[in-house]
């Protein structure tokens, strides 16, 4: 019999580190970058942001830095093509 190993939400970042992800903002506010850095405070940090508002794009960035508190959830996206 075989155990399989949950991951914690830790690791489970730490895999998605230089993948594109959207990091929806208590706000309502999406950021889709580049998942460069996460710290123990769950602080962000994006390259290649673009911030979208209700599904438009309202602007973008270089690198972003997304405090933690702030953070609604983190999601995996797909490769920009």
Same mark, same amino acid.
Do not use: A, Q, W
């Given at each position: 019999m075989s155990t399989v190993r949950k991951q914690t939400p830790n690791?489970?970042?730490k895999q998605l580190i230089? /993948?594109? *992800?959207v990091v929806k903002l208590s706000s309502g506010v999406d950021y889709r970058g580049i998942f460069a850095n996460l710290d123990?405070? %769950?602080? *962000?940090?994006?390259e290649q942001t673009e911030?979208? %508002?209700n599904g438009e794009l309202k602007n973008k960035y270089g690198d972003t830095?997304? /405090?933690g508190n702030n953070v609604l959830y983190i999601s995996a996206q797909k490769r920009r093509l």
């Open positions: 690791e489970f970042l230089g /993948r594109p *992800v123990g405070y %769950m602080n *962000v940090i994006l911030e979208y %508002m830095f997304i /405090r």
